[in-house]
């Protein structure tokens, strides 16, 4: 079975760039969508994009669009999520999640990211 | 983009009770809903795909129903361990939107 394993609670200054990334453990890493879904506090879950390891396409949230970049490398069954200049409203959980039963059809979860984003 | 609208926003119930929450899309999406378990401090959990359909390992007492706009997630008999917060999704289209959720407290 899939399982996702996300890289550690970050905290970060505006203005600073970040990358966090989301580990697959299957060899089929390259056949299923993975998608970012951010949560900030006490609030619901948003869908930010994904992507499909095995030609990198990746389709973004109209919400997300030229505020991350969603990337992968399928030698090391990566995904990730970046941004090249944090804003405090950028502070909130993250989560990657992968598609195995449909494109839009979120089963596995990594277990999230916790971004903090402060002067 | 597809608004998704759950209702109650949070409810109460006491173990054994049966629970229903419902979702309506704002347009017909076939039966392309799912719904999610959230617990505190957890990642979300599938329950429930393609609006009716059970995800390996999950209690039957968890069932969901409907097709268009109109869903609805059902407990059958709660128990203490179902307390969290239920979101549906819709996975007709781009962007995958979820519901603002609904919180579940025990009684």
């Known amino acids: 079975e899939v399982q996702l394993v996300q890289s550690g609670a970050e905290v970060k200054m505006p203005g600073e760039s970040l990358k966090i990334s989301c580990k697959a453990s299957?060899?089929?890493?390259?056949?299923?969508?993975i998608g970012w879904v951010r949560q900030m506090s006490g609030r619901g879950l948003e869908w930010m994009g994904m992507?499909?390891?095995?030609?990198?396409?990746?389709r973004y949230s109209p919400s997300f669009q030229g505020q991350v970049t969603i990337s992968v490398d399928k030698s090391i069954s990566t995904a990730y999520l970046h941004w090249s200049s944090l804003k405090a409203s950028d502070s909130a959980m993250y989560y990657c999640?992968?598609?195995?039963?449909?494109?839009?059809?979120?089963?596995?979860w990594g277990q999230g990211t916790m971004v903090t984003v402060s002067s | 983009d597809i608004q998704m609208t759950q209702a109650p926003s949070s409810l109460s119930a006491s173990v054994g009770d049966r629970v229903t929450i419902s979702c309506q899309a704002s347009?017909?999406?076939?039966?392309?809903l799912n719904w999610y378990q959230q617990k505190p401090g957890k990642a979300p959990e599938l329950l429930i795909y393609?609006?009716?359909k059970l995800e390996t390992g999950v209690p039957s007492r968890f069932t969901g129903s409907g097709s268009g706009t109109d869903f609805t997630f059902a407990i059958d008999s709660l128990q203490p361990e179902d307390i969290a917060t239920y979101y549906c999704?819709?996975?007709?289209?781009?962007?995958?939107?979820f519901g603002q959720g609904t919180r579940l407290e025990m009684k």
């Open positions: 999640a992968s598609a195995t039963e449909g494109p839009y059809v979120f089963d596995i």
């Open positions: 299957a060899d089929t890493f390259p056949t299923y969508w």
């Open positions: 992507i499909y390891p095995g030609d990198s396409d990746t």
């Open positions: 347009q017909p999406i076939s039966n392309s």
């Open positions: 393609d609006a009716s």
């Open positions: 999704q819709q996975s007709d289209n781009l962007p995958p939107s």
